[in-house]
């Protein structure tokens, strides 16, 4: 069967960096993306990966592995507006989305 | 600036009745999505669409059906309502390539009683 496993809840300090993992299992794979969503908003596009290696967007960073099927987003100087919940997405063979439960990030001061 | 509208940010209804969920979008985006949102579970989809009139099933389709009758909007519909459709409805907007990023409404939080 087709998995997406990320942690459920991570905490974190404000200013701090934090890395959330994301580990996919589907038939076939193009490309892997994150979304954020902040409580009670729909989610929003950080990041679409499909090569291995590292891509920075300013303070947020993604990973992937393809043959290790492993991902990661690295956030730097965590500020409070990035508690949210972080989902991670992979595309399978047929070009469908396969979603993780999300992991909800907590910042503290 | 984008945008994917939906018809209610609340709705509250009786078990057995026809709902009716809108979703538009502004972008001229061939794709369209529905899907359900439940705590600890991941974005389920019910139905897209990749053109007019075109529909095809996701991974949980029982229960519901869908029109899309123009480009811009793709209605879900709830056929009978049951207390296990209580949920977060997100629709989404996307691109024709599947690697492109889907842009979503705000949703809809059904409560059927």
């Known amino acids: 069967g087709q998995n997406i496993d990320q942690p459920t809840e991570m905490t974190a300090t404000e200013g701090a960096i934090v890395q959330i993992n994301c580990t996919y299992q589907t038939s076939g794979f193009n490309g892997l993306f994150w979304y954020q969503q902040h409580a009670g908003e729909a989610p929003t596009f950080l990041s679409y990966n499909v090569l291995d290696g590292l891509e920075e967007k300013g303070r947020f960073s993604s990973f992937l592995s393809r043959s290790k099927g492993y991902s990661y987003l690295l956030l730097k100087e965590l500020q409070m507006k990035d508690s949210a919940s972080y989902l991670c997405a992979a595309l399978d063979s047929n070009y469908q989305l396969i979603w993780g439960a999300g992991t909800k990030l907590i910042i503290k001061p | 600036d984008v945008k994917v509208t939906q018809s209610s940010r609340y709705l509250v209804k009786r078990t057995g009745e026809k709902v009716f969920l809108e979703c538009v979008q502004d972008m001229d985006h061939e794709n369209m999505f529905w899907y359900r949102q439940d705590p600890g579970l991941g974005l389920r989809l019910i139905y897209f669409?990749?053109?007019?009139?075109?529909?095809e099933k996701g991974d949980i389709p029982e229960g519901y059906s869908v029109s899309r009758e123009k480009k811009e909007r793709f209605s879900l519909i709830l056929e009978s309502a049951s207390t296990n459709q209580t949920s977060m409805y997100l629709c989404?907007?996307?691109?024709?390539?599947?690697?492109?990023?889907?842009?979503f409404g705000p949703g809809t939080r059904l409560t059927v009683l």
């Open positions: 989404a907007s996307a691109l024709r390539e599947a690697y492109n990023e889907q842009f």
């Open positions: 669409s990749y053109d007019v009139k075109m529909k």
